[in-house]
């Protein structure tokens, strides 16, 4: 056992900043996904109490190392609960949270002093973290170099016009003649500038000398992104904003101490039982709305963005002023050592976390996934035959995620019913073969469906009736919770199904 420093010259602020802002993160996640379970009658949006109690144990004591150990392993267990993954910020949100426990807990098994063990986890955690927001970036920009990313009927061109229509511009720009035409050029130069955004950064993060821009750069990215209207982007932006407070040298946090201080008012947060009442009064009020008002749950999502916004907006912006108001010295390295400050000077294995987000961007070029992957709005397209990428061809590693797609001609099962006929919104009409034995695999009791693979005879079973044949043949778990391969129609005017 090591012996506790006793001299240490200043307070190391890091670990509380990163504490305060993943907790501001989980119940603006929370408040996302519960808007969208809310209208989708999913009983999963009650995680918003309990979230949004231990985020407010963490709030009102950021120092405590065993309040944000109980808010990451909650978060680690509900993001296991909704594999596969479907939202990038699942799987950053896993990530971070077994990197913090690792450190916490190592921490906490060689140091006494708690000043020391919050100091000695940072270093941990942090270094790995600010390698997986780096792939993050690096993988956003190479994905978006594919033909469709620039096309007019792609998902970026379709969310622009979705922001244009939700705050009433779209009427506006209609008054200027030929607006088709200037929307599209305005629209190309807006993807070509995120494009080369999210290159910048990837690249910006890596040098200690350009850190700062870095930061900028990102925190405005995705205050512009904030605007778009949808959850997921939201919180995603979200996951980014807390992982950033990684990159902060103690320092910058120190001087913000000290300029919170000077203020005429303080801000303090509640306490402990002030939070936990705030978390119950949520609670109560989201089922008495649920019940009471069940016309009104269509407009959850809405809601729910725009408590997203009113949460990170603030914040952003105050992260954005401490940034630039921080003096340029204040971003020199604290450290002694040499080599760069985002390699782990101990406990390497924290390693394998980054290496699994760089696999998961890397599996959208083979033949496992085509979900996620850190993809946002590109068009990616990994489809047998080749990709719609630029240098990157398709590689081939399993052989049935896409082969002979299959259509649903009828069935019994209601959750089937939505991938009948024409699909219904983000429904596909047409499956992988992989895709809908999943589905059944996690289906129980009895099922009866038509279906038809690609130039196939149409086929009719039952579970019950008809056991050995192909359709029902279960998905083993891990495959089952590691692969996602949907299909791309080729014929959508927007297929953000990718």
């Given at each position: ?5 006793k001299?240490?010259?200043s ?6 900043a990163?504490a ?27 995680y918003?109490?309990p979230?949004?109690m231990?985020s ?6 950021p ?41 916490i ?7 006494r ?18 390698i ?11 994905h ?25 511009l ?56 904030m ?23 103690n ?36 089922i008495?709305?649920?019940?009471a008002?069940p ?13 997203i ?31 760069a ?7 390497r ?5 980054p290496?699994?987000?760089f ?18 709005f ?18 081939a ?16 099962n ?19 073969w ?5 589905m059944?695999?996690?289906e129980?009791?009895?099922i009866?469906?038509?279906y038809?693979?690609d130039g ?32 791309i129609p080729?014929?959508?005017g927007c297929?953000?199904?990718?």
């Open positions: 056992m090591n012996r506790p420093e001299n240490i010259a307070p190391d602020l890091r670990f509380q990163f305060v802002a993943w907790a501001l993160w989980t119940i603006a996640r929370y408040t996302a996904t519960a808007g969208q379970y809310i209208k989708q009658g999913d009983m999963s949006w009650s918003v109490i979230g949004v231990l407010g144990l963490v709030l009102s004591r120092s405590s190392i065993g309040r944000l150990t109980t808010l990451m392993l909650f978060t680690a267990i509900v993001c296991l609960l909704e594999l596969p993954f479907k939202a990038n910020q699942q799987l950053l949100a896993l990530g971070t949270c077994m990197l913090v426990t690792f450190g807990l190592c921490s906490v098994r060689h140091f002093d708690r000043e020391m063990q919050r100091r000695h986890a940072f270093t941990l955690f942090a270094p790995s973290i600010r997986c927001v780096i792939v993050v970036y690096s993988w956003a920009f190479i978006k170099l594919n033909h469709d990313y620039f096309g007019d009927d792609g998902c970026a061109f379709f969310f622009y016009e979705l922001i244009l229509d939700k705050y009433g779209q009427s506006l720009t209609n008054m200027f003649g030929d607006a088709l035409s200037r929307e599209t050029f305005i629209f190309f130069v807006i993807s070509i500038v995120i494009l080369l955004a999210e290159g910048a950064i990837a690249v910006l993060l890596v040098f200690q000398r350009t850190l700062r821009v870095a930061l900028v750069l990102m925190l405005l990215a995705h205050l512009l992104f605007v778009i209207p949808d959850n997921l982007v939201g919180s995603f932006s979200a996951t980014m904003w807390a992982m950033a407070a990684c990159f902060v040298p320092s910058v946090w120190l001087r913000t101490r000290d300029f919170l201080r000077r203020l005429p008012v303080s801000p303090r947060p509640p306490s402990t039982w002030s939070w936990l009442g705030i978390s119950l009064l949520i609670g109560i009020v989201l008495a709305c649920a019940f008002f016309k009104l749950t269509r407009y959850a999502p809405l809601i729910s963005t725009g408590l916004i009113m949460l990170w907006a603030p914040v952003a912006l105050m992260m954005l002023f401490i940034i630039l108001k921080s003096p340029k010295s204040s971003w020199k390295s604290e450290s002694p050592r040499t080599g400050y985002w390699i782990p000077s101990a406990c294995w924290t390693l394998v976390i290496t699994l987000m696999t998961c961007g890397l599996m959208l070029y083979t033949d496992i996934r085509n979900e996620t992957g850190f993809a946002m590109s068009n990616l397209r990994s489809d047998p035959g080749g990709s719609n990428h630029f240098f990157i061809p398709r590689i590693v399993m052989n049935d995620g896409n082969d002979r797609g299959v259509t649903i001609l009828e069935t019994d209601p959750r089937f019913n939505l991938f009948m006929n024409d699909g219904r919104r983000r429904y596909p009409s047409r499956l992988t992989f895709e809908l034995r999943r059944i695999t996690a129980q009791g009895d009866a469906i038509t038809q693979r196939e005879e149409v086929v009719t079973v039952t579970r019950g009736l008809n056991p050995d044949d192909p359709v029902f043949e279960a998905v083993g778990p891990f495959e089952s919770r590691l692969r996602l391969f949907t299909t080729t014929t959508d297929p953000c199904r990718h």
